[in-house]
């Protein structure tokens, strides 16, 4: 995708020229903006946001990769800020969670976690030694040992404390699917 901006090189101390930003323009004026029309005052528990609102305000539409990538750092902000969770259960407003629903985020995110290592520990026993040096080697050697400590400890700790698909279906409570 073209970009509107037009990258400046920037030269380092060292000599080396870097750009100031890859593709795009910096965030920090938009979720600014997030931040003043949303002061850390109204969020409070069950507080909605509409992502259209926030479209407007940050002239992005919702479906765009600046829209996203606005609205995940002013989330992160708002959460190292106040501690309050902003989350977006049917992918049409920004709600602040109740801790029910920062419960349940929670357990979504660890049984993703879960899976994404048990995917990468089948994929990394389909790798073939022969073909790689002994850097890479080692990076896989690494990367399997995680992914048998890890799984190990999610054994240890019992499968009570993953989340399984009653836990996250149980009534009043949101499913992991709406997070998405």
Known sequence: ???????????????????????GIPTAID???LRDAYPDEV?????????????SLIGAHPKSERFSTVTT?????VE???????WAPRNKTYCVANPKE?????????ASAVRAV???????HLVDRSGLTADEKKQLNHTQMFNGKFLAVAQLRGKSNLPTLEDTSKKG????????
């Open 80 to 86: 190292t800020d106040t501690g309050l969770v902003l």
């Open 1 to 23: 995708m073209a970009s509107n901006v037009e990258e400046v090189p920037v030269a380092h101390s060292k000599g080396q020229e870097a750009r100031p930003y890859k593709a």
């Open 31 to 33: 979720v600014r903006k």
């Open 118 to 124: 048990v995917r990468s520990k089948d994929l990394s």
């Open 102 to 110: 920062v419960l349940t985020l929670t357990k979504c995110k660890t």
């Open 73 to 77: 750092m002013w989330r992160r902000q």
């Open 173 to 180: 409570e949101t499913k992991c699917s709406d997070t998405k």
């Open 43 to 55: 969020l409070v528990v069950g507080f909605s946001i509409k992502h259209e609102d926030v479209a």
